[in-house]
């Protein structure tokens, strides 16, 4: 028995040491544009996000050690590919923007950094004071302009072409789903004033939807479900009046955990402009959506808190 | 020595991670929610449009019925016969899922208005439901500036 032990033991060992050898590679590549932002803030995400948000990898010696260093590797690449503040430079000013405001509601909501690298790096952790700095920072780069004359000129442009508009065929997104023209007779569920990107939504939920809320049956939503939300830009007056402007896209978000199960129970879909436009390069596109509800995961992935009407 | 432990700690940790889910009276936005009485989801009236008072931090929902919106567009600075409209205006709260958004917080009113002709004359029937319970008011003071603001409003661009 004791010899059992012994070779038991001995394998284990071996094992582990064996598998010090396997090593992803997770690259050290080039900082085309690091982030700009005030040094006080940028201080904040390179302590607690560039590990794994940028190519300035900076790995502890007990982060090497397998099995822990596949993880690392793992989670590197995956943030990286998301998020990368080392280049920076490759997005738009707009992409920076709302890049910024994700990753400040990601670490809000707890899902950032992720858990288990904060509790081994307690430098990591972003502290109360931490957000804060990271909140305000960002209040003050909202600026809301009355009488935006360039989003007046937008708005007037939609009017114009309504009227020579004529949709021959319902469009299809890329990963299959066909727009719903029918979201405007369903029930409205919330609203949104979305003053980090200057636009408002009005979120409507199918029958199924409405149903599921009347019973309290939302958590998870049930098979059907679907909710659309369509957004515009914000006008404001110099009175604080703020009306839709141009129409800037409708989002779908149906439930269906058979058919969308590699989405996590979800088929997402996005159509721009009045001529809805599906979004996107290839089926990925419904990454980006994930990657921002996925916060949410303890509501089956949905940020809306439904009105009863 | 420490270091290790934690390792180990979270190791076992993200092989038992399960958090329960959130309930559903938590999610569903009460104060906002409008009193079954009201019934407005059976009036099946369509969103005209939406808008906000930066000033006040409200935010309304402007509805209308099948007359309403067939004529969209066209001039309907006096109304037309048949129309009919609903005005819901909230107070805006934060949104707690994402720093960034005001959502609906307490329901502060809502405003009912159809559109009649008689004997060639445009007769406008309004009322006012104030409050969390939408308790109507009987005070018309100031009813025909309402009336002219919701007249006023233009539809929102929806493909």
Known sequence: ?309 | MKRILNISIVLFATLNSCKPLTGADALINQKASLPESFRLSELHQKVITSFINNRKHTTSILYGNKVVHSILGADRANGNSGESFTLVTWQQQDDAHWFGARIPGDLISAETLTVADSNSQTIYHYQKFKGKELTKLADTTGNADRVRFILSKKASIMP
């Open chain 1, 1 to 309: 028995m004791k010899k059992f032990m012994l070779i038991a033991a001995s394998a284990m060992i071996i094992l582990l040491i064996s598998l010090q050898f396997f090593r992803p590679e997770i690259g050290h590549l080039s900082v085309t544009g690091d982030l700009q932002a005030p040094a006080n803030v940028k201080a904040i995400l390179v302590r607690a996000c560039y590990d794994c948000h940028s190519n300035q990898t900076n790995l502890r010696w007990y982060d090497q050690i397998q099995p822990v260093y596949w993880q690392v590797a793992s989670h590197v690449r995956q943030g990286r590919k998301g998020l990368n503040f080392s280049n920076w430079d490759k997005l738009s000013p707009m992409d920076r923007k709302g890049k910024l405001w994700e990753a400040v509601n990601q670490i809000e909501q707890g899902a950032m950094p992720i858990k288990s690298y904060a509790f081994v790096h307690s430098d990591a952790r972003v502290s109360k004071q931490d957000l804060a700095v990271l909140k305000n920072y960002l209040i003050g780069t909202v600026h809301e302009t009355p009488n935006d004359t360039a989003k007046l000129r937008a708005r007037e442009k939609q009017v114009q072409a309504k009227a020579d508009q004529n949709q021959q065929k319902l469009p299809e997104s890329l990963n299959g789903i066909t727009y719903i023209p029918d979201y405007k007779n369903w029930q409205v569920i919330s609203t949104s004033d979305r003053f980090d990107n200057g636009t408002m939504r009005v979120i409507y939920g199918n029958d199924v939807a409405v149903k599921a809320i009347k019973e309290h049956h939302i958590n998870p939503w049930p098979n059907g479900a679907i909710f659309a939300k369509a957004a515009w830009d914000k006008l404001e007056d110099e009175q604080g009046n703020v009306t839709t402007g141009a129409f800037k896209q409708v989002e779908f978000m149906i439930k269906d955990d058979i058919k969308f199960r590699q989405t996590n129970g979800w088929g997402f879909a996005r159509f721009k402009t009045p001529k809805l436009k599906p979004y996107g390069k290839d089926v990925m596109f419904t990454a980006e959506c994930i990657s921002c509800h996925k916060p949410m995961k303890d509501n089956d992935f949905v940020f809306t808190f439904p009105i009863k009407n």
